[in-house]
């Protein structure tokens, strides 16, 4: 059973900095992409990074420079540092997974953790 648990998040002023943790169990984790989205109250669940099984990142325009997405194999853990934090990085930040489906990544999330608030204030 593929489980994903979020941990780090809470309440920072703006320009400060916080580290997201996904702790990931039940599958493959090395094998596949992994990334992380967010949903700001009354907006949709938007992409924030996504990292590939071979390291390649990708990330949102409006975290580019501020955001790092990184993965440890070894510990099954994905991370998110966020840096120079704003206060429209509020919202609930969730840790998705794409898994093996017929001998290939399936390309888009499997599975979502439960979220991990983030707010930021003025």
């Known amino acids: 059973q593929v489980q994903l648990v979020e941990s780090g998040g809470g309440s920072v002023q703006a320009g400060g900095s916080l580290k997201l943790s996904c702790a990931a169990s039940g599958y493959i984790f090395s094998s596949c992409g992994m990334g992380w989205y967010r949903q700001a109250p009354g907006k949709e669940r938007e992409l924030v990074s996504v990292i590939k099984s071979d390291g390649t990142t990708n990330y949102a325009d409006s975290v580019k420079g501020r955001f790092t997405i990184s993965r440890d194999n070894a510990k099954n853990t994905l991370y998110l540092q966020m840096n120079s934090l704003k206060t429209e990085d509020t919202a609930v930040y969730y840790c998705?997974?794409?898994?093996?489906?017929?001998?290939?990544?399936?390309?888009?999330?499997?599975?979502w953790g439960q979220g991990t608030q983030v707010t930021v204030s003025s």
């Open positions: 998705a997974a794409e898994v093996i489906i017929n001998n290939y990544c399936s390309g888009s999330p499997d599975y």
